[in-house]
């Protein structure tokens, strides 16, 4: 996985996870909190996700094969989608079910002092994370806005760790508050309703990743920018003197397929076409480097006329 992969805030979201997620089953065993057995289990589940998005990271990796001309790229989109799968049942679902479960059967709240000093370590903790992500994130976003970001990046690591990690830091305060009015009220119930949020929340950043993922798995385009700067470094003026359409796919983050008709000029030879294929095709890798295949296709661009198709003495 590349460095634009978000290795870094992969690694910093799986150690925070794992480490919460022992603090929040130790201070369910001695509190008897729906919302700590939640966020425990929403700690695990993260603490998965981030190791598929390693596994994918480092499936994507493999050389191409006879079977598979155009590499493995797309292991991360999947792997992805997998994340989306995982935190919507596991972590959503089971914490609509606890907290449903609770409310039918309310247990009184233990030890306060365990999950709320729990939830405390836990912000700490998921705060540096989401300051790692940030902080890989906008070396990539620019001037996009977040919501920008996340629907158009095309590596899913880095969407999916913020996601997660705000996702979690809304979570453990959604379980602060539950802890905090079942104390000052008596009734276990808002803890459970706590932990209904929990879920609700997990569920809804679940659908989101899924629907971007989905997306990015039927095969997206090039970005706007780069389809400009390929359409522009194709063309020479001399040999190549336009593009007469192009379709461009990504394989994977980092690789793009470019498919190209380009008009030459009639009179030019078989040799001179070739080769002005071959400098269009070095020019278009240096113009967009993840430009990894390119198909370019020579034809005779005739303009259309206008007229043709005009009605007899219009």
């Keep these: 996985m590349s460095a634009s992969g978000g290795t870094k805030a992969i690694v910093a979201a799986l150690g925070a996870n794992l480490a919460i997620a022992v603090a929040k089953f130790v201070a369910f065993a001695f509190s008897g909190s729906s919302s700590m057995l939640a966020e425990g289990v929403h700690s695990v589940a993260d603490s998965g996700n981030q190791a598929l998005l390693l596994l994918g990271g480092k499936k994507a990796q493999k050389q191409a094969s006879e079977e598979h001309p155009f590499g493995y790229g797309r292991e991360r989109y999947i792997y992805g989608f997998l994340v989306s799968v995982v935190l919507f049942s596991v972590g959503g ?14 247990h009184p709240l233990e030890h306060w002092y365990w999950p709320v000093g729990v939830l405390v370590f836990a912000i700490v903790a998921e705060g540096f994370s989401f ?16 919501t920008s970001f996340i629907r158009t990046a095309k590596a899913p690591e880095l969407p999916v760790v913020l996601l997660e990690d705000f996702g ?16 000052a009220t008596g009734d276990s119930v808002w803890d459970s309703i706590g932990t209904l949020c929990i879920g609700t929340l997990l569920v809804l950043i679940a659908l989101v990743l899924a629907a971007e993922t989905k997306s990015l798995l039927l095969g997206e385009a090039a970005g706007p920018d780069q389809v400009a700067r390929i359409r522009e470094a194709a063309v020479d003026g001399e040999t190549v003197t336009r593009v007469i359409h192009m379709r461009t796919l990504h394989l994977g983050p980092e690789e793009l397929l470019v498919a190209a008709k380009i008009a030459v000029r009639g009179e030019d030879t078989a040799t001179q076409i070739a080769r002005a294929i071959d400098a269009a095709e070095a020019r278009i890798r240096e113009a967009v480097p993840i430009a990894r295949v390119i198909y370019l296709e020579p034809d005779i661009y005739l303009e259309p006329d206008i007229y043709q198709s005009s009605p007899s003495g219009a």
Aim: glycine share 14%.
């Design 131 to 146: 300051r790692t992500a940030i902080k890989e994130s906008n070396a990539l976003r620019g001037e996009q806005s977040w």
């Design 168 to 183: 979690a830091l809304v979570g453990l305060v959604l379980a602060l508050g539950g802890v905090g009015l079942t104390l």
């Design 93 to 106: 679902v089971f914490a609509l079910y606890e907290g449903y479960e609770k409310i039918k059967e309310p």
